[in-house]
């Protein structure tokens, strides 16, 4: 599905692409250009078939500020639009909602993990923050050492001493890691390393 500003994007019509006037309704509602947003928000949500009093319930929580504007802007935009598909609430109880590192680090503790060492490299660096809240809880170590290389040889020496030792990282601060990795190799000394995966190709 594409919703774009029919004002200034001109394409043929098509049962996915909606368009609606987002200049003219935020001129006409002397409104600020970032709230296209808000208008593409209110759109998307009759094009999915979504009552609009669940969006108008989730702008008064979250804006604070010209919050009666934010409605009137959303509501432009789901009034431009048909709805293409219909969602159905779900009835049921809320599930739990986790996010991927926190899958990792719930299966880390499932496994038996004593200790977690992390330098913070963006993509793992949610692991490191969440075990570190649940640490007491599950008897845990999560230590922040000052850099890559004291994070991997640390996890030696736990596991040198008999512990289950987890390292996380991403990218660059792998490839830090690679010499005392070698050692792990040769010490047979076992250590789980959790590499987030990056965009970039620094090694």
């Given amino acids: 599905m594409c919703i774009y500003d029919s004002d200034q994007v001109k394409t043929p019509p098509d049962v996915c692409c909606l368009g609606i006037s987002l200049s003219k309704f935020l001129k006409e509602e002397n409104a600020p250009e970032i709230m296209r947003n808000t208008c593409i928000i209110g759109a998307l949500t009759k094009a999915m078939g979504i009552d609009f009093g669940l969006v108008e319930d989730i702008l008064k929580k979250e804006f604070a500020k010209d919050t009666d504007l934010n409605i009137k ?117 076992p250590i789980v390393i959790v590499l987030g995966q990056r965009r970039d190709f620094s090694c």
């Fill in 73 to 189: 802007v959303s509501r432009r935009g789901f009034n431009a639009v048909k709805e293409l598909i219909k969602i159905e609430p779900l009835n049921q109880k809320s599930l739990p909602l986790l996010t991927g590192n926190q899958a990792i680090a719930l299966g880390l503790i499932k496994g038996g993990f004593n200790v977690y060492i992390s330098y913070p490299m963006t993509h793992s660096s949610p692991i490191l923050h969440y075990l570190a809240n649940i640490a007491d809880d599950f008897g845990l170590d999560v230590i922040h050492p000052e850099s890559e290389i004291s994070v991997i040889l640390m996890a030696l020496g736990y596991a040198y001493a008999g512990k289950r030792a987890v390292v996380g990282t991403s990218g660059g601060g792998f490839c830090l890691m690679t010499e005392a990795l070698r050692l792990s190799g040769m010490t047979e000394l």
